[in-house]
């Protein structure tokens, strides 16, 4: 590692550390995550693509990466931004160390940042972009660097969901199955379709452009829109999606970027946050139960709606109740139809499954809707 390392903020703030797996210049969102052993859960997870994720936990490295824990076949960050890589690795199911595979993928990192006080900057600021420079490029003048971040312009939705997501459909066979689930792919984490063949459901797996027409000749029970990455207000393709299948009254479960999707398609609006939701611990509040349920989330952007039952905007669409809301911001968490048999949440709930035969409030809903459509 070297000491040429520079990690520019957009407002003109600038941390100096050494390089860090894969050297180069790359720019992104800043993101920041709280997880301390996940890390690899969080960089394979395509709701971070195109980012530059700086992790608050001080230690990272420390177990290594293996292949069991990969939420996919691929590194979606641009940058990582850490305090104090580990030295060596110990884990029993540990394959390689993080830093060798960030560097044959090409994620370029930087070290020796306080991670802590660079998440109190990000949180103040809210959503911010930046850039990593390594070498010979972040000797440029610092003015030059702000610059260049100033210039850089993110990626749109479509582009977005274009990288994540597969492009021709597979299937996963459950054994005895028990229902036929289709699920458009925005940018699907492997534990999402590991909890629906666990519980009974074979899935097919849709690319993002998937027309109604083509999930309604899948002959599925359910439809499920995954997690990803992106702003809903710009899924144009997606929400129509939505929509034609709300008008054929399919069951459909929304996860992440899918909650928001189908809530434009109901016709509520979605905002970007003061703060973003990223990382394990995140509190919410079950209206009905009483009980509260602590959440893993990955998301900028929340749909706005009050809280309890209400028309739905797009009035063909009866009434909708948000069933969950965040015990920090008050946003939304979860939605339900009281005419169609839609469900919809904002968190991960393959993350608060831990064995198939415990009770799930999200995946024993969503098994009732496709089987009594109620």
Excluded at 27 to 53: C, K, R, W
Excluded at 78 to 97: H, T
Aim: with cysteine.
């Amino acid at each position: 590692m070297s000491t040429s390392a520079k990690l520019v903020l957009a407002d003109g703030t600038i941390y100096l550390g050494t390089t860090y797996a894969a050297t180069g210049s790359v720019y992104g969102e800043l993101v920041f995550d709280t997880t301390m052993t996940g890390y690899q859960h969080s960089l394979t997870n395509p709701s971070n693509a195109n980012t530059i994720m700086v992790f608050t936990f001080p230690h990272i490295g420390n177990v290594g990466v293996n292949a069991a824990d990969a939420e996919s076949d691929t590194y979606w960050p641009n940058g990582v931004v850490i305090r104090d890589p580990a030295r060596i690795r110990s884990n029993w199911q540990s394959e390689q160390s993080l830093e060798e595979v960030l560097e044959k993928v090409n994620v370029v990192g930087i070290a020796g940042v306080d991670t802590r006080a660079l998440t109190r900057r990000i949180a103040s600021l809210g959503q911010v972009n930046a850039a990593i420079f390594t070498g010979e490029q972040a000797l440029d003048a610092d003015v030059d660097l702000v610059a260049k971040v100033c210039n850089w312009q993110p990626s749109s939705t479509a582009d977005l969901l274009e990288q994540v997501s597969s492009q021709t459909s597979y299937v996963v066979e459950a054994e005895d199955a028990k229902a036929k689930v289709a699920l458009i792919d925005l940018g699907v984490r492997q534990a999402t379709i590991d909890q629906l063949v666990a519980r009974g459901n074979t899935v097919e797996v849709l690319p993002a452009t998937t027309a109604a027409s083509e999930v309604l000749d899948t002959q599925s029970n359910g439809v499920v829109f995954s997690s990803g990455p992106g702003n809903p207000a710009e899924a144009k393709a997606q929400v129509q999606l939505a929509k034609d299948l709300l008008d054929a009254k399919v069951p459909m479960l929304g996860i992440g970027l899918g909650h928001q999707v189908i809530a434009t398609a109901l016709g509520f609006t979605t905002a970007r946050m003061p703060q973003a939701h990223r990382g394990p611990n995140h509190p919410v509040y079950d209206i009905a139960s009483g009980h509260s349920l602590i959440t893993n989330q990955n998301h900028e952007y929340a749909v706005n709606a009050k809280l309890g039952t209400q028309q739905s905007p797009n009035t063909d669409y009866g009434n909708v109740t948000v069933t969950q809301y965040s015990l920090n911001d008050k946003s939304v968490e979860a939605l339900e139809a009281n005419e169609l048999p839609v469900i919809t949440v904002q968190y991960y709930p393959e993350d608060s499954a831990i064995t198939v035969n415990e009770p799930h409030p999200v995946f024993d809903r969503f098994a009732t809707l496709m089987a009594t459509g109620e």
